[in-house]
């Protein structure tokens, strides 16, 4: 098993930042990637970003150029810059984490950007 533990989340201005961050715990050895997603209220979960274990990332068209993901593996946790954040961003933010043959769910950070 794994336990994802986010933190980070809070409430910011429009054009402002925030750090999240993601610790795992547990089996990490499996892991070989983790990302982020978010929801917002009424939506469907949406991928954010994913970084693998050797360093290559991914990003959703919408975060591409403001938001970056990054990891320490051997702290293993993952992190999220968010710069230049919009109203649009408030959401829910999902930490994941892919092992072999399972999937695991951290319990949600809330970001919220007022306008």
């Known amino acids: 098993q794994v336990q994802l533990v986010e933190s980070g989340g809070g409430l910011v201005q429009a054009g402002g930042s925030l750090r999240l961050s993601c610790a795992a715990s547990?089996?990490?050895?499996?892991?070989?990637?983790m990302g982020w997603y978010r929801q917002a209220p009424g939506k469907e979960r949406e991928f954010v970003a994913s970084i693998s274990r050797s360093g290559s990332t991914v990003y959703s068209d919408f975060v591409k150029g403001r938001f970056t993901i990054s990891s320490d593996n051997a702290k293993n946790t993952v992190y999220l810059q968010m710069n230049n954040l919009k109203p649009e961003d408030t959401a829910n933010y999902y930490c994941?984490?892919?092992?072999?043959?399972?999937?695991?769910w951290g319990q949600g950070t809330q970001v919220t950007v007022a306008s």
């Open positions: 547990g089996r990490t050895f499996n892991i070989y990637k």
């Open positions: 994941s984490a892919n092992a072999y043959a399972s999937a695991y």
